[in-house]
């Protein structure tokens, strides 16, 4: 007799916000303590290889490194999430980076490069759950609220991924205090805060947005086959022009952030800048990318996705030619920077919201997960192309590299936008 209000009271409009806003607490939370794992490894990885392995090419490997974990584990992240619910897929990014932190942890302490690169790979999965759960936070949003919801998560992890890079210095102090090497120190405090996100996602993230998502819309959990949930991403991308678009602007926008981003302290270090320089133009950058996003995602969700976009690549173009003509001045280099972040916040919100709402929601997390896989993919083939270019020519020469490759991609989303708008 009262098991049918009780299911309706569990369903009902009210029920579901409380829902959704646990479920953005929980993921910002998260998003917070994982963005230091993340932060504190990115403001130390190239400088650590550069002196291992004595080669500012090489160096480019460990960005390339870690996007190409993040893209490898973006499919298996999806998987996960389209059987187990969202917090399976997060649970297997994060238990990655922890054991990526601890192979990287035993590689500097044994002075070994190509290991090192191998658990970096891992750490990548730091970076893929960070951004797969901005994806966990439109499952349960209302019409016309799939952006501002996405960018509440990425803005989440503003304070951790602003705080990382500067607590690096007192990470390698107290890591040695306690008998670690050299640099070793920050990436086992990478793990802990690798480990303490995983603690929040398993115990609050009940119950899980996708699954009450789907129950909702009458849905069931994916349990096709790897290779066919590929083919049903290409499938309905291929007969979605406006996800096809997004998925194009969200791979150029990563690209050319992680390109300038990931040499950056390489040239700031050749330049004769201290750690503590590094570390707070890293951090300055990491707040571009992150502290407006509530407003890329309210701008997204008012005025369109296609126009924000196109913004972001108005920005990314502007700090590609300030990055290139910086030469010695670190004030440059730093406002190129933060313009980055805050044009890749631009393609990374936009661009995500259109995503979600382009696909239905049994192709959701295959269509994320290639999306997510095909970003990562790009920026670290842009790593080892940037790599390369600093290392043979110079890091104005990147500047122009990245310039005209998103010159030509808002060129051709404004020119699609206007000949399909649909």
Request: charged share 10%.
């Amino acid at each position: 007799m009262t098991s049918a209000p009780t299911k309706r009271e569990s369903t009902s409009p009210d029920r579901i916000r409380g829902i959704q806003r646990r479920t953005l607490a929980v993921l910002s939370s998260a998003q917070i303590v994982g963005g230091v794992g993340v932060a504190v490894g990115l403001a130390l990885s190239s400088v650590v290889v550069d002196e291992l392995s004595g080669s500012t090419v090489i160096s480019g490997f460990a960005g390339t490194a870690t996007v190409l974990g993040a893209a490898l584990l973006a499919l298996p992240i999806a998987k996960a999430a389209g059987r187990g619910g969202r917090r399976a897929g997060l649970a297997l990014a994060y238990v990655a980076a922890l054991v990526g932190c601890a192979i990287s942890v035993a590689a500097i302490t044994i002075g070994n490069w190509p290991l090192l690169l191998g658990g970096l790979v891992l750490v990548g999965g730091g970076s893929a759950g960070n951004l797969a759960a901005r994806y966990s936070a439109t499952d349960l949003s209302p019409q016309g609220h799939a952006g501002r919801h996405l960018s509440l998560v990425v803005w989440a992890a503003t304070f951790g991924s602003v705080a990382g890079p500067n607590l690096a210095k007192p990470a390698d102090q107290i890591g040695m205090n306690v008998g670690l090497v050299e640099k070793a120190g920050p990436f086992a405090f990478a793990a802990l805060a690798f480990a303490l996100a995983l603690i929040v996602v398993v115990a609050g993230l009940r119950p899980d947005p996708l699954k009450l998502a789907r129950r909702l819309d009458g849905t069931h959990a994916t349990t096709a086959k790897h290779e066919r949930a590929v083919r049903d991403a290409w499938r309905t991308l291929r007969v979605t022009p406006m996800a096809r678009r997004a998925l194009v602007m969200i791979a150029v926008s990563h690209t050319a952030m992680v390109s300038v981003m990931s040499m950056t302290p390489v040239k700031l270090h050749h330049d004769g800048s201290t750690l503590d320089i590094i570390g707070l133009v890293i951090s300055l950058h990491i707040a571009g990318m992150y502290v407006l996003s509530p407003v890329v995602g309210w701008l997204a969700d008012k005025a369109g996705k296609i126009p924000v976009l196109i913004l972001g690549m108005a920005l990314l173009l502007s700090a590609a030619v300030l990055a290139g003509t910086a030469g010695h001045h670190v004030w440059q280099v730093t406002m190129a920077l933060v313009i980055l972040g805050l044009g890749w916040s631009c393609g990374l919100v936009a661009g995500s919201a259109l995503v979600t709402e382009s696909v239905p929601i049994e192709r959701r997390p295959a269509v994320q997960g290639l999306s997510d896989l095909l970003m990562n993919v790009c920026g670290a083939t842009g790593t080892i192309v940037a790599g390369a270019i600093v290392g043979g020519l110079s890091y104005g020469f990147l500047g122009l590299v990245v310039g005209i490759m998103v010159a030509a991609a808002g060129l051709w989303l404004l020119i699609t936008w206007r000949r399909q708008p649909a």
